[in-house]
């Protein structure tokens, strides 16, 4: 099975602080993506990577940097935690860019407040 | 601009109704077009996809879906729904392209209640 692990279920961060969200995929996959999911706005996109060390913003990049060190793992930066970044984290992961037809693979999800 | 749009924000079935959940989409081409569920508290499972071929796609848990190009629709449904089937569904098109990487477009999902 594809599995994608989010470091946490659950986080509160204060007002300010640098926060950090891991994600981990075991199938080695290209792309990776980070998702922020709200109440009647669905999941919108905040960055995503198609290899390591390469990142594309996504279409609510502000507040945000990625990380991708290693093809496995790819990291959501919060430089200064805000409350309005209280939300549901999800990353994803789907095969090579050129295989149009790949599904994304889902994490269980951060569920990070800030206070 | 590629959209998609899932019309009814909740909806709730009696346990063994039948059950639609509707999909618009804005694209300018061929879409793929994918159904995810998410439980409480859970990430998003895949539970069928369309790429070409039969319109009529089946896909796990008992759910089917129909592409419908001339309706730009492609609606999810079950014959007969059960008390697990309680979860948020949202509905995907892709790819679209940002420098040439293929990425999904999703809805604002459909939440779904189911009473005994």
């Known amino acids: 099975d594809v599995k994608v692990t989010q470091s946490s279920r659950y986080l509160v961060k204060r007002t300010g602080e640098k926060v950090f969200l891991e994600c981990v995929q075991d199938?080695?996959?290209?792309?990776m993506f980070w998702y922020r999911q709200d109440p009647g706005l669905g999941l919108r996109l905040i960055y995503f990577?198609?290899?390591?060390?390469?990142?594309e913003k996504g279409d609510i990049p502000e507040g945000y940097s990625v990380s991708r060190e290693k093809k496995e793992r790819f990291s959501l930066i919060l430089e200064s935690a805000s409350t309005n970044q209280t939300s549901m984290y999800l990353c994803?992961?789907?095969?090579?860019?050129?295989?149009?037809?790949?599904?994304?693979?889902f994490g269980q999800g951060t569920r990070l407040t800030v206070v | 601009a590629q959209s998609v749009t899932q019309p009814d924000i909740h909806i709730t079935v009696s346990e063994g109704a039948s059950l639609e959940l509707r999909c618009n989409y804005s694209y300018g081409a061929t879409p793929y077009l994918f159904w995810y569920v998410q439980s409480p508290g859970q990430g998003l499972q895949l539970l069928l996809k369309?790429?070409?071929?039969?319109?009529l796609v089946q896909g796990i848990k008992g759910f089917e879906a129909e592409f419908k190009r001339s309706q730009s629709s492609f609606n999810l449904r079950k014959p007969s729904v059960h008390w697990s089937d309680a979860a948020e569904y949202f509905c995907?098109?892709?790819?679209?392209?940002?420098?040439?990487?293929?990425?999904?477009?999703f809805g604002a999902g459909t939440r779904l209640a189911v009473h005994p």
């Open positions: 199938m080695d996959h290209e792309n």
């Open positions: 990577s198609y290899d390591v060390k390469m990142k």
């Open positions: 994803a992961s789907s095969g090579e860019s050129g295989h149009m037809n790949t599904e994304a693979f």
């Open positions: 995907a098109v892709g790819p679209t392209f940002s420098g040439g990487y293929n990425k999904l477009i």
């Open positions: 369309y790429f070409s071929g039969d319109t």
